[in-house]
């Protein structure tokens, strides 16, 4: 298998760069983020393209504007900032959806064969959730000094869609 080599400009490699202290940050565009417990921040990376099915939400919302567009990766990168005791609703994907924790302490739960499960993880700790797990994710405590932790998320597909439970709903 042969492999083009590209040769492309400073220019054009500087635009596939995202810096921490450039990225917007997006409180706004997935429909638990107006409820006190699930307030928490995008710092969208590396985007995709929105779903379209009906009753299907972007990953990191409709707002959150990727710093790297125009390359189609076939998957998603963004940053999610929270304060203790704040996370999101169980929800699914129809893509592998991961997490490595960056900053602070995190609960990652499931609903598991048992009831729902959960690890907590530190920085540098990483877990994937397969598709169509019921996941959520919640900040415990902040990094030394910080007010919020600070989680990477990466999720598979060209446009994934999240689904929030039936008991999220409620």
């Known amino acids: 298998m042969s492999i083009p080599n590209v040769k492309p400009s400073r220019e054009s490699m500087l635009a596939c760069v995202a810096r921490f202290e450039d990225l917007q940050r997006c409180e706004t ?5 107006q409820l006190p417990e ?3 921040a995008f710092y969208n990376v590396l985007g995709f393209e929105q779903p379209k099915a009906e009753g299907a939400f972007s990953p990191f919302g409709d707002r959150a504007k990727a710093k ?7 998957f998603g990168v963004s940053f ?10 169980m929800h699914t994907h129809d893509t592998v959806e991961t997490f490595m924790v960056m900053r602070g302490t995190w609960k990652l739960e499931w609903e598991g064969d048992a009831g729902d499960e959960h690890v907590v ?8 959730f397969p598709v169509g797990v019921q996941r959520r994710f ?11 932790g600070l989680l ?10 999240a689904v929030i439970s039936a008991s999220g709903i409620e």
Do not use: T, Y
Request: proline share 9%; glycine share 16%; hydrophobic share 45%.
């Open 68 to 74: 790297v567009s125009h390359l189609k990766a076939g």
């Open 138 to 148: 919640e900040c415990i405590a902040p990094g030394a000094g910080e007010q919020e």
């Open 38 to 40: 699930c307030r928490r």
């Open 29 to 33: 565009g997935l429909p638990d983020m």
């Open 121 to 128: 993880l530190n920085p540098l700790d990483f877990v994937a």
């Open 152 to 161: 990477l998320g990466m999720i598979g597909g060209s446009a994934p869609a």
């Open 80 to 89: 999610i900032a929270a304060a203790p005791g704040k996370g999101v609703l």
